[in-house]
């Protein structure tokens, strides 16, 4: 088991390039989401799915986009990148939604800094 | 929507001293209470939760307690050791919500 998978590791971009964080889990969970980490500010939940074809927004939506077309992928696209999105972004999944007593599993992150 | 402050942001012990960290939140129908830690350059792990039926939860040297009227919880790390130091994340949610998280506590455990 790999658990939840992300690549790249680390990216540069610059202002306004695009680009897509790949995300992957193997342990056949519904539910997968997406976080920013900033210094002092914890994770900031931007977007999650509760399955294949269903996604919803988070705390900090804007700048990004999802889609869920399998159980096991769950990529952020970034379109127009902007210096404040620079951060580091973890993708995390659980088998079922937090709040029925669930362990989410979070993937290594990928640091991203917008030049 | 919900909202968890955590505090405090830093907290420095001596190894062998306990360490407690706070937080509150602003949904009263949140029911799930999750600590998250995460060391350096790695990914964050949870290391207890507790549900909101429950007063108290103890695993080793941690502990979670949960005051629901005043809509905050705790978390306790008793004879405290250098991997102690880490980044602890608070987490609250209601059923069929995702977690939203506190800003995180750094606590350093010199020896």
């Known amino acids: 088991n790999a658990g939840v998978t992300q690549t790249p590791k680390f990216r540069i971009l610059k202002i306004g390039q695009s680009m897509t964080l790949q995300c992957t889990q193997d342990m056949n969970h519904n539910y997968m989401y997406w976080y920013r980490q900033d210094p002092g500010m914890g994770l900031k939940l931007i977007y999650y799915?509760?399955?294949?074809?269903?996604?919803d927004k988070g705390e900090v939506p804007n700048g990004y986009n999802v889609s869920r077309s399998t159980t096991e992928d769950f990529p952020l696209r970034l379109e127009l990148a902007a210096p404040s999105q620079t951060s580091v972004y973890f993708c995390?999944?659980?088998?079922?939604?937090?709040?029925?007593?669930?362990?989410?599993?979070f993937g290594p992150g990928t640091r991203l800094t917008v030049t | 929507g919900e909202n968890v402050e955590q505090h405090p942001s830093t907290l420095s012990v001596q190894e062998g001293d306990s360490a407690v960290i706070k937080c509150t939140y602003s949904?009263?129908?949140?029911?799930?209470f999750p600590w998250y830690k995460q060391e350096l350059g790695k990914r964050p792990q949870l290391i207890i939760d507790?549900?909101?039926?429950?007063g108290e939860k103890k695993d080793q040297r941690i502990a979670v307690t949960l005051n629901k009227t005043a809509k905050h919880f705790s978390l306790h790390i008793t004879e405290t050791q250098p991997e102690d130091s880490a980044v602890y994340f608070c987490a609250a949610s209601r059923a069929g919500t995702a977690l939203i998280f506190g800003k995180g506590t750094t606590l350093s455990v010199s020896s």
């Open positions: 949904d009263s129908a949140s029911n799930y």
């Open positions: 799915s509760v399955g294949a074809g269903i996604t």
């Open positions: 507790i549900r909101s039926n429950v």
């Open positions: 995390a999944s659980s088998y079922r939604l937090a709040g029925e007593d669930n362990e989410q599993y």
